[in-house]
């Protein structure tokens, strides 16, 4: 006897052929939220879901929280199972798709981390088996010969079993096994693995299942069924369901993706429109996701000759920039430890200057233009905005702030001119205030005890409000399985405001020039849009959600800006996704970068500006007549080669300067 057929016999064998199907399991959950069929899932197809995530991930920690994700899911989507019966394929492909979107996140957290990591320590390993390369080519198996592949060889159904859950002739189960399975060989010779059938049959067989802790299927189920009931809970890991929000929202994209274009297409053939197959199909729809209204941005970036002027002085990555108070000059802070300074009209470089110690530059003009501040490793240092000649430092040892501002008003005590400044590394936020000629005094913030985000430098957001009495800053804490952003009063007393709705480390926040917006994005892609009411007492806001733009799956947003007029929110980051490299033996990372844009007045993305390729958009401003659109573009990410040149840095960022005309 084969031993394809041996395997099946046994699998045969070792079934029950009394326990209750999975579909009865799946109706009973979806109907009545029962707890025991839902744990008996978890029982059944735990063991196979951990596998692919071990597989696809490695790293136990990551695989748990994918692991846990999957059962968040099917907590929510239990109905979207068709038949019920299917459960076991389903989970399947719902665990390759969290996993690999995990794997996403923790490519991106690792090459966060390569700046300042040696490149050996971070670098991703081959496969050292054939798992992930076996659960990619299964993915993308057409659905009729995965799920039966799935059933069969990784769930360990009979063929008779397999019939009754898929809801197929058992001949037809068979059939499609047996093609699935020849399928699949097929693919994997296609990527220098060559297995014969008994081979592979003993491969789906060892990859099956894994051993799955009892406490981590406990806690499964615990975490699921309180997300299942909407509930806020701590017992629900925040990676967790960042993971499982994210995987929702792409099915919930894909399901209604298809109706559009059904829809789309009957409508035109009633309109009589004919298509020419030579011009290539018409653009699809932006449908917006039937539970949570949201904004997909998939714009062409603007032409050539609308591109930006790209200043490449600093010969290396820039960090940040900022555009003097009245226009007339552009200031930006490189990786070289160099703030440069361009006037703004002509783009002339007209000073630059050396700090001491360089770590992350990052600038930030006074009220009145007269200073710029600049951060490195040990603190900030102030410069003559004319000059670029220090006037003075303070001094914080090992701060490393990569994000600075002053207060956007200054208070006469007396005569006496009273100045403040906030520079903040993520996690613990310094503020100075200080009289013209005397010490300053320092405040010292902390409002990350229990920092949650992903691995790598945080962020550190600052942003004044129009009158100066608060600032936006990061509190990297799980609250209720959201990440806060604090409105915090910076010192003057008034009540602080807590804003919990990211899911992931927030990078960037930015306030409109009339106040009455705020703004949020991070490391889960989404922008969130803030409305500021004031309160019933004096100094008091009352700030609410207004709208979200979810970002493709994979991005992340690292700046933001809004124009003068309020119109107009743009945000700078990447898109980040696996492409399959037919000469590599797993799939790449590939990453994209550009400038979201949005019409506030309408909720709908304009054309996204085009980025250099690698050039990560770190920093964001307008200028003050918002005619101007300046960014700090560079990838951090990537490690500094042995032996790089100056002529090899300045590939690696520059300012870029748009120009922006009333019909943009």
């Given amino acids: 006897m084969p031993t394809t057929m041996v395997i099946d016999v046994l699998r045969s064998l070792a079934s029950d052929p009394d326990c209750e199907p999975d579909g009865e399991l799946v109706t009973r959950f979806a109907e009545s939220r029962d707890p025991a069929a839902f744990a008996e899932l978890v029982r059944r197809h735990g063991p196979t879901v951990f596998g692919v995530c071990r597989r696809v991930l490695g790293h136990v920690q990551d695989a748990e929280d994918a692991f846990q994700a999957v059962w968040l899911v099917l907590a929510r ?36 981390q390569l700046a300042a990591a040696k490149p050996e320590a971070v670098e991703d390993a081959p496969p050292a088996d054939l798992g992930p390369l076996l659960d990619e080519e299964l993915a993308r198996l057409p659905e009729r010969y995965r799920r039966a592949v799935v059933a069969c060889d990784l769930n360990g159904r009979s063929r008779s079993q397999a019939a ?44 099956a299942r894994a051993d799955l802790p009892p406490s981590l299927a406990a806690n499964a189920v615990a975490a699921a069924l309180e997300f299942a009931s909407g509930a806020a809970s701590a017992s629900v890991p925040p990676v967790s369901r960042m993971l499982a929000e994210g995987v929702m929202r792409a099915m919930s994209l894909s399901r209604w993706k298809l109706p559009a274009v059904v829809l789309m297409t009957a409508g035109l053939a009633a309109g009589g429109v004919v298509v020419a197959s030579s011009g290539g199909p018409p653009e699809k729809p932006r449908v917006p996701d039937p539970v949570r209204p949201v904004v997909v941005t998939r714009a062409a970036p603007v032409p050539t000759e609308k591109g930006p002027t790209v200043l490449k002085d600093h010969g290396d990555l820039v960090y940040s920039v900022a555009v003097h108070p009245e226009g007339k000059t552009i200031a930006s802070g490189g990786a070289d430890g160099r703030v440069i300074v361009h006037d703004a009209k002509t783009l002339k470089k007209l000073w630059e200057a050396k700090l001491v110690n360089p770590g992350t530059t990052a600038v930030a003009y006074s009220a009145d233009g007269a200073l710029i501040a600049a951060t490195h490793k040990d603190g900030v240092t102030l410069l003559d905005a004319v000059t670029g000649k220090t006037i003075r430092e303070f001094e914080e040892k090992g701060s490393d702030p990569h994000a600075v501002a002053f207060t956007p008003t200054t208070d006469s005590v007396q005569g006496v001119r009273l100045h403040k400044l906030v520079f903040a590394n993520g996690r613990t936020t310094f503020v100075k205030s200080w009289a013209e000629g005397a010490e300053p005094g320092t405040v010292t913030f902390d409002p990350s005890p229990n920092f949650y985000g992903g ?22 804490e799980a609250v209720d399985g959201k990440i806060a952003v604090w409105a915090w009063s910076a010192g003057s007393g008034v009540p602080n405001v807590l804003l919990t709705a990211h899911t992931a480390a927030v990078y960037a926040a930015a306030w409109s020039k009339d106040g009455k917006r705020i703004a949020t994005a991070g490391d889960d892609g989404r922008v969130i849009l803030w409305d500021v009411k004031e309160g019933e007492k004096k100094d008091d806001l009352t700030i609410t959600e207004a709208r979200r733009f979810e970002m493709p799956e994979g991005s992340a947003i690292y700046s933001l800006a809004f124009s003068p007029d309020g119109k ?5 980051g990447f898109q980040a996704g696996m492409r399959r490299d037919e000469k590599a033996a797993h799939s790449m990372l590939e990453v994209t970068y550009q400038v979201w844009r949005w019409d506030l007045a309408t909720n709908k993305p304009l054309a996204a500006l085009r980025v250099l390729p690698n050039e990560a958009v770190n920093s964001l401003v307008f200028s003050p007549d918002g005619k101007m659109l300046v960014a700090a573009t560079g990838n951090p990410f990537i490690p500094r080669p042995p032996g790089e040149t100056r002529e090899d840095r300045a590939k690696r960022g520059g300012v870029h300067v748009w120009r922006l005309t009333p019909n943009e």
């Fill in 455 to 476: 691995a790598g430098r945080p962020g550190a957001p600052l942003a004044f409000s129009p009158d100066g009495k608060r600032v936006l800053m990061t509190r990297h």
């Fill in 568 to 572: 107009t929110l743009v945000a700078g």
């Fill in 164 to 207: 009754r859950d898929l809801g197929w002739p058992e001949g037809t189960v068979a059939a499609r096994v047996a093609k699935g399975r020849e399928l699949l060989a097929a693919r994997l010779r296609q990527r220098g693995v060559t297995l014969s059938s008994a081979a592979l049959a003993a491969v789906l067989a060892s990859a």
């Fill in 77 to 112: 989507r239990a109905v979207d199972v068709r038949p019920p019966g299917a459960v076991g394929p389903w989970l399947y492909g719902v665990a390759v798709r969290t996993a690999t979107k995990a794997r996403v996140l923790a490519m991106k957290r690792r090459h966060r």
